[in-house]
């Protein structure tokens, strides 16, 4: 094994080769900086990262979701934790409670405010149509800004300590790390209602749009930004559930949707782009880029050697030719019930329901992403406070 390193500011980045046939990148936390003390988390996205708003607001997300780590649904689109979850338990905080979550809630340590089927533009459709969450992006911020006030008033009529230790206290907010995890339902409206130049020209205000958030909730006194970039939607296997037979140039080297991931890669460009913006309009901010997108498509072209099995082979649901039974779901094929369960080892599987990833999948990106390795700057999690 070799390795080479290179002095980043604040950073020794170091790539070892494995027997030269493959590159690992690990990043050294800087000795010299403090751990972070996050208090809490605030989170807002989609599907990606709800933690129970969308099953609150609407009909209960059911079994075999959750069976993986809960044994029971749990809000999440996945047979286990997702990656926001690995992202509490680096920073030794309780997974979060969703914002929309009324029953056996506690937000001493941050809230959730993502909801499956969030956008970053607010769309006109109703979530009975194509599943687009009401709580776009705009609204999520809304919700933080009551959040912070109204806990506030609860928290200094309380009196006693079993109420108060429910709720933030005031000045944790600053200290508080802000999490995105959000536009992939942005691209995917865009596929389904523009054609590809007018998907391209909303970019912009997609991105705008997204760094306005940061901006408010800047103003609102966060300061420690965490910000994924979104994955390779090109690679879901639902997009394959009734297009067998795609014509020549439909995909990439690794059998993925070509478009699809190049508008999410110019997507992901203009964000970053953005960002290093938002870092000279935020003086007081720390602000880390981190690229999900590379963590995943990398997953996807390597599956065999990290012990995953097909990444286009869905766990949980029955999809057999053109017969689509969804996960969780009762349908009929040829006039038999079929029911959509899990596949028997949801461990070795990338992809959970079709769209979503697998608690497995969601561990191995945590891996990593949470070292700083594919952020900008190269920043581990737990050092993401301080501005570089």
């Known amino acids: 094994m070799g390795f080479w390193g290179v002095l980043v500011p604040g950073l020794l980045v170091i790539a070892l080769c494995c027997s030269c046939s493959s590159w690992v990148l690990r990043v050294e936390a800087d000795a010299a900086l403090p751990a972070c003390d996050f208090p809490a988390i605030y989170n ?8 129970g708003g969308i099953s609150a607001a609407f009909d209960p997300i059911p079994p075999p979701y959750g069976s993986a780590f809960f044994h029971k649904p749990a809000g999440r689109d996945c047979d286990g934790r997702l990656i926001v ?9 309780p997974y979060l409670s969703a914002y929309l979550n009324s029953l056996g809630t506690n937000y001493r340590h941050g809230a959730n405010f993502a909801t499956g089927g969030s956008t970053i533009r607010r769309q006109n459709e109703t979530i009975f149509e194509y599943g687009i969450s009401p709580f776009s992006l705009d609204m999520q911020i809304v919700q933080y800004k009551q959040f912070k006030q109204r806990t506030a008033e609860l928290y200094s009529q309380a009196t006693e300590f079993s109420e108060k230790s429910k709720l933030p206290v005031q000045k944790d907010f600053a200290k508080a790390l802000y ?9 995917s409206v865009g596929f ?22 940061v901006q408010n909730i800047y103003q609102y006194g966060g300061r420690s ?3 994924h970039n979104t994955g390779p939607i090109g690679c879901l296997p639902v997009h394959f559930f009734y297009n067998h037979n795609p014509p020549p140039g439909y995909l990439d080297d690794h059998g993925c949707v070509k478009f699809y991931n190049d508008m999410a890669v110019e997507l992901n460009r203009q964000l970053k782009e953005r960002v290093v913006k938002l870092r000279q309009e935020l003086p007081e901010a720390a602000i880390t880029y981190v ?13 065999k050697s990290e012990g995953f099995v097909d990444p286009f082979k869905v766990c949980c649901g029955y999809h057999e030719n053109y017969d689509h039974i969804w996960c969780g779901n009762i349908g009929s094929v040829n006039g038999t019930k079929v029911f959509g369960g899990s596949c028997k080892d949801p461990a070795t599987s990338i992809s959970w329901d079709g769209v979503h990833y697998s608690e497995a999948t969601n561990h191995w990106v945590a891996n990593r992403i949470l070292n700083g390795s594919l952020s900008d700057p190269p920043t581990p999690i737990t050092q993401a406070c301080h501005r570089r």
């Open 179 to 187: 999490t995105f995890d959000i536009g992939q339902n942005d691209l």
């Open 85 to 93: 979850d690995f992202i509490a338990e680096k920073l030794k905080l």
């Open 225 to 227: 930004f965490w910000i």
């Open 44 to 51: 807002f996205g989609d599907s990606n990262s709800d933690t």
């Open 192 to 213: 389904r209602k523009l054609n590809s130049d007018q998907l391209k020209a909303a970019l912009p205000d997609i991105v705008n749009q997204l760094a306005s958030a």
């Open 291 to 303: 690229d999900v997108y590379a963590a995943k498509f990398a997953l996807i072209g390597s599956y």
